[in-house]
């Protein structure tokens, strides 16, 4: 087990800035997701960490120690990629000892570990089967323990719940947060899908285009959002944001929509200034925009039954919004209704989309009142 | 503008697979209707014979009352949006938009042509961007210039096989309302061929869920979700998976004259919540596995005799792992199935 910090590595091809000063510290034991749409970077920053690339810039360090030029075979860290590639002719035993053969380990050893590994993935039933004897489920369990049995130092995974369908994603995340609290091994999971990276990992990295957007815990990712981009990407429907004007009026910091205001208390700070006139954003996420009584008047566009829960989509000024309401509401297209922004919930962005103020949770950061 | 209805249809592929095996649906005209299911369960093969791009092996596609099955494709005025958007790309948006009626003879004033583009840009959200190349836009724009094109011949059927799979996550969750929006404004029967169930549930007016070639439900987004006519409806609908427990082992009085040892008993984890193990009101007594934090809502894994078991709530106070708990299910939302078919008993 070890901690893995990355120091301002860059790593480019050709044109292209795979990681650009990317700085992380993944601790001890850690389990931490690495989020990103397809061409962020995800799987460099991987390769990187295994060593099967080397950076332009920057360096590697595992447990303290610079890795930066040990060849990847003596990083001792293992990797699993969304392609499982099990030995089709070797059985379930087969494709554990593996490693360790190639290792040289001695044939009691062997067994022991495979053993073991078998006993903790509870695959111990399928050690004498062949992979094409096995479900999707159970071919994953056994890549990731050929990927364990060597007692990796960490653990990398890159998408490995992408190729199995909806049901089984869903248990294998289960299982798997499981398996890293079982093992405590530092685990480092790569993925575009946002619920993974919610609800699995204890720290998440933000990545667009190689550039870190964010670090922290899912939950403060999704309660106090660096940025727009990091605000669409977690969460699902994504975060609304509308359109508003700064109005900087005796000393408090004020945006204005047309339909509405939103204004910050005398004692909140800024995480930067906004000039008097300039452009911003209000964002809100749907489970916070509330169908009222009173309220901001808006329009009803259309609506998402989706069984626990409906969304429902209101026309405000030029945009549509997303709110989640209880399934027991009935709304026709284009009925005019009222809203109610939770004021615990809101949040301020400046015109470029990144984070001024998010209330997270806290009553009396902003209050929100119709225009 | 027309109803769809198919009877007894059948696909059989040389080799003996039976693609879609006898079925039978009334689609009613105006409507927007989803097929849903996994890979595999027909739905696409049905889309196919409605189109006209596969031949039924037995059965019938109607179009009101016209039987289509020997109808060429071309003849059908049905427009389709596929998974790939199918545009020009060294064309501007608006030669895209209008190909459909340059094409048609007699060929239509050049005034109506402009009409009808300006108009279906207008609907699909492509306005700002008529004169510019069709390759240089965004592939969420690609998509609406796709819909577009079919949309602009007025086709009696709209058909659309899974058209934003390849998309974003949160374009698709944009799209899905103005889809809806865009159906609404036009009224024109929709099919939509998805194995996204959110996608099903979201947009459709009724949705048809198929599983291995065979239809096992056909009714409102609501009806499917809470009233599923089997288990494989019941565990393929819903973000968080159905609870489904040997019923006798649970104290909840079975449906009259059935002998609960053959039942099984469903509830979804929203209809659940916890309470202290002790409370009267708890109808098991679970070990918490795992919390998973999804932001809007936590999902919490518990195991009970053996069975998983979830529960979905608002965030707030989180039980430990390794904690008992109790929980009580709604007994309004509690359902029963047939242990051995998995059929639904009411």
């Known amino acids: 087990m070890a901690s893995i910090r990355l120091e301002r590595v860059t790593k480019r091809f050709g044109a292209v800035t795979a990681l650009d000063d990317v700085s992380v510290e993944i601790h001890d034991g850690e389990f931490f997701a690495v989020l990103g749409p397809p061409g962020a970077g995800k799987t460099t920053l991987l390769r990187t960490i295994v060593g099967l690339e080397t950076p332009d810039a920057g360096d590697v360090y595992l447990g303290g120690e610079r890795i930066t030029d040990v060849f990847p075979g003596d990083r001792n860290i293992a990797i699993m990629f969304q392609n499982l590639a099990l030995y089709p002719d070797k059985t379930v035993f087969g ?42 489920g159970e071919r994953q369990r056994v890549a990731l323990g050929r990927a364990l049995v060597r007692e990796p130092r ?199 989309g990144d984070i001024v103020l998010s209330a997270a949770g806290e009553r009396g950061v902003f209050t929100v009142r119709p225009a | 503008m027309a109803a769809i209805r198919l009877e007894k249809l059948t696909k059989e592929f040389p080799g003996g697979v039976v693609a879609v095996s006898e079925v039978d649906l009334t689609m009613p005209d105006g409507e927007f209707i989803a097929l849903l299911g996994p890979s595999g369960c027909g739905k696409t093969t049905t ?65 109506q042509i402009d009409e009808r583009v300006a108009r279906v840009a207008e609907v699909v959200g492509v306005s700002g961007m008529l004169d510019r190349k069709a390759g240089r836009l965004s592939v969420n724009d690609m998509q609406k210039v796709a819909l577009g094109r079919s949309m602009i011949v007025e086709p009696a ?3 659309l096989d899974e058209p934003f799979s390849n998309l974003d996550a949160a374009f698709r969750a944009y799209m899905r309302a103005e889809l809806k929006r865009i159906q609404h404004e036009i009224g024109q029967t929709m099919v939509y061929v998805t194995h996204d169930q959110v996608e099903a549930m979201a947009m459709a007016d009724r949705i048809a869920v198929m599983n291995l070639g065979v239809l096992q439900q056909f009714g409102s987004p609501l009806d499917i979700y809470d009233r599923p006519a089997n288990t494989f409806v019941a565990g393929f609908v819903g973000s968080t998976r159905i609870n489904i427990l040997p019923a006798e082992r649970l104290p909840v009085r079975a ?21 202290p193990p002790d409370s009267p009101e708890a109808t098991i007594g679970a070990k918490v596995n795992l919390v998973e934090p999804l932001g809007a809502k936590d999902v919490v894994h518990m195991s009970w005799e053996g069975h998983d078991v979830r529960t979905v709530g608002t965030p707030g106070a989180r039980p430990r792992i390794g904690e008992l708990v109790g929980l009580a299910f709604d007994p309004s939302r509690i359902l029963f199935f047939d242990e051995a078919t998995g059929t639904a008993v009411n």
């Open chain 1, 154 to 352: 960490a653990l990398l995974l890159d998408e490995p719940l992408s190729a199995l369908d909806a049901l089984l994603r869903l248990e294998m995340r289960a299982e798997l947060k499981r398996l890293q609290r079982d093992l405590g091994r530092t685990l480092v999971y790569v993925t575009h899908d946002q619920v993974e990276a919610m609800s699995m990992p204890d720290r998440v990295a933000v990545l667009r285009e190689g550039v870190v957007q964010q670090v922290d815990t899912p939950e403060a990712v999704y309660h106090r959002p660096a940025n727009r981009f990091v605000a669409t990407v977690i969460g699902s429907p994504p975060m609304n944001f509308l359109p508003a004007t700064v109005e900087a009026s005796n000393g408090r910091l004020r945006a204005r929509h047309a339909s509405f205001a939103v204004e910050a208390a005398a004692g909140a700070a800024p995480a930067r200034p906004l000039a008097d006139g300039a452009p911003c954003f209000v964002g809100v996420r749907p489970e916070d925009v509330r169908i009222a009584e009173t309220g901001i008047p808006a329009t009803v566009y259309a609506t998402e039954p989706l069984g626990g829960e409906t969304v429902v989509d209101l026309a405000l000024g030029e945009r549509v919004i997303k709110a989640l309401a209880p399934p027991t509401l009935s709304l026709r297209p284009d009925a005019a209704v009222r809203i109610e922004l939770d004021p615990a919930r809101v949040h301020l962005f400046d015109g470029a």
């Open chain 2, 255 to 275: 449906p009259a004259g059935r002998d609960p040892g053959t039942l099984s008993l469903a509830i979804r984890p929203e209809y659940t919540r916890i309470v």
């Open chain 2, 157 to 159: 059927i709209f058909l």
């Open chain 2, 47 to 111: 889309m196919n014979m409605i189109a006209g791009l596969e031949r039924p092996t037995a059965g019938e596609i109607w179009f009101d009352e016209r039987p289509m099955s020997r109808v060429p494709v071309g003849d059908r005025n049905v427009g389709f949006v596929f998974q790939n958007y199918a545009i020009f790309t060294h064309m501007t948006v608006r030669e895209n938009l209008s190909f459909g009626l340059r094409v048609r003879r007699p060929r239509p004033e050049r005034s």
């Open chain 1, 95 to 136: 494709n554990l000892a593996f490693p360790l053969r190639q290792a040289k380990a001695p044939k009691a050893e062997i067994r022991r570990r495979v053993e073991e590994t078998a006993r903790t993935l509870h695959i111990e039933p399928l050690l004498g089967r062949k992979p094409a004897k096995l479900s999707g």
